[in-house]
């Protein structure tokens, strides 16, 4: 069993912990009053939707592509600072 099956079979509770110490936060947006956060944790994509003290965490198929994954991030991702290495 792969680590994201595993992540996926995670209580909600410790979903948000592990993003929170382990994920990398790479984007954000807004959609109908949800905060989204698209976290990256062990080589896959997760958002983390927020509204009202109410965290949910979405997962994605793993035949999900990442341009499909990063598109509605594209308008607010800042890419400058991976330019200037």
């Known amino acids: 069993m792969s680590e ?4 996926q079979q995670l209580p909600i509770r410790d979903q948000v912990e592990l993003l929170a110490r ?7 947006r807004n959609h109908k009053g949800w905060s989204i956060t698209l976290y990256a ?3 896959y994509f997760v958002e983390q939707w927020e509204k009202d003290g109410l965290a949910i965490v979405g997962t ?10 990063l598109e509605p991030y594209l308008d607010n991702l800042q890419v400058q600072q991976f330019l200037e290495i």
């Open 41 to 43: 944790i062990n080589n």
């Open 22 to 28: 382990q994920g990398a936060a790479i984007a954000h």
């Open 4 to 7: 994201y099956s595993l992540f």
């Open 60 to 69: 994605f198929k793993s035949s999900a592509k990442p341009v499909t994954i």
